[in-house]
């Protein structure tokens, strides 16, 4: 009956933890894990989204990283070719990226009274074939045994380098984009794309754009400073854009 843990992204949190946990033979601590989810992302979004060929979805990512191991989840743009941007409704997406096997990608059902009934009664038979067979635990729980367990850092948001998506709400007169652009460039984040429509809100225009790829850590130094300009109204939206993905939950 409470959407919330659906989409605030705290269930895709869980479910990428237990996989992280299982591909790489870690234990993950969940506190450390950045969660955003999708109760902020406005139709307007959606549409730009549209425009420069993407789709957003609510991603869980897991991706090793050397010694550590990106685990995040929020909102993610998409290109509307991918997979994983034909998963709609009650249906959920894993997909991965493995050394021998490649791209792999399981898809069915994620909600409702007979998928998760499904999901259950096939663990309880599990448990019982074990049981009656004196087999006990078949794998541990970490799918490896304890002696193999590393510890593995999740890496900062901060260090994250991806591309982004900016939707500003800006006064409607020349100079505005010059402005926003130079606090951009002073902060290393290079601009891909831009498009500005028509006055949507009295007084402001919506101006939109596409990144190369970018640090976290600047990007919200920039942002930051951004919205202290006068020229704009509301705090900038800001989503992350995958191109290509590694281990996905959606």
């Known amino acids: 009956a409470d959407p919330s843990l659906d989409v605030e992204g705290l269930d895709a949190a869980h479910k990428i933890a237990i996989l992280s946990s299982l591909a790489y033979c870690c234990e993950i601590d969940f506190n450390q894990i950045h969660i955003e989810g999708i109760s902020q992302i406005d139709p307007s979004d959606i549409q730009f989204a549209k425009d420069f060929g993407y789709q957003i979805r609510l ?64 663990d309880l038979v599990d448990l019982g074939r074990d049981l009656l067979s004196a087999a006990g635990v078949r794998i541990s729980p970490l799918a490896c045994d304890g002696k193999a367990v590393v510890q593995r850092q999740i890496k900062p948001m901060d260090e994250l380098v991806i591309n982004y998506y900016f939707r500003f709400s800006a006064v409607d007169r ?20 831009v498009i500005q429509k028509g006055r949507q809100v009295k007084g402001a225009v919506p101006v939109v754009m596409m990144t190369h790829e970018a640090k976290e850590h600047d990007v919200r130094l920039a942002l930051a400073e951004i919205d202290e300009l006068q020229v704009v109204t509301s705090p900038t939206k800001l989503i992350r854009v995958e191109n290509e993905t590694s281990v996905e939950d959606s």
């Not at 090793?64 to 191991?69: C, N, Q």
């Not at 990106?70 to 894993?94: D, F, S």
């Not at 791209?103 to 069915?108: A, D, I, R, S």
């Not at 100079?175 to 794309?193: C, E, T």
């Open 59 to 122: 991603l869980a990512i897991s991706r090793s990283d050397g010694e550590r191991i990106e685990v995040r989840v929020h909102p993610t743009m998409i290109p509307q070719q991918h997979m994983l941007a034909k998963v709609e409704g009650a249906y959920n997406a894993i997909h991965i990226s493995g050394d021998a096997v490649g791209e792999v990608m399981l898809y069915g059902l994620g909600a409702g009274m007979m998928p998760t009934g499904s999901a259950v009664a096939g």
């Open 174 to 193: 020349p100079g505005v984009l010059s402005k926003i652009s130079g606090i951009l460039g002073s902060h290393d984040i290079s601009i891909a794309s």
